[in-house]
């Protein structure tokens, strides 16, 4: 038996990939990427979203915001800085 290794490079759009997901699949994807319980909570009581709200606006509001920061807002927040 001869053992091959290969690397693949693959582009995936993650909406299409959702998109083109069964009833069943989405949820059991929804499943897996849901926290719950206090794990959902930073210390101070604040959630996820409201975390990711307050960063995405004190970032907007640095002078110069680092490419990486603003893709990385983008990725997260879903809006580009301005």
């Known amino acids: 038996m001869n053992l091959v290794t290969m690397n693949v490079d693959a582009e995936i759009d993650l909406d299409d990939l959702v998109g083109n997901l069964g009833p069943l699949s989405r949820d059991y994807l929804a ?14 009581g604040r959630s996820f979203e409201q975390i990711i709200e307050a960063a995405f606006y004190e970032t907007r509001a640095m002078p110069s915001v680092p490419r990486a920061l603003a893709d990385l807002c983008w990725v997260v927040h879903g809006r580009a800085m301005s």
Request: no cysteine; proline share 7%; glycine share 8%.
């Open 31 to 44: 499943r897996l990427l849901k926290v719950e319980g206090e794990a959902a909570r930073a210390p101070d």
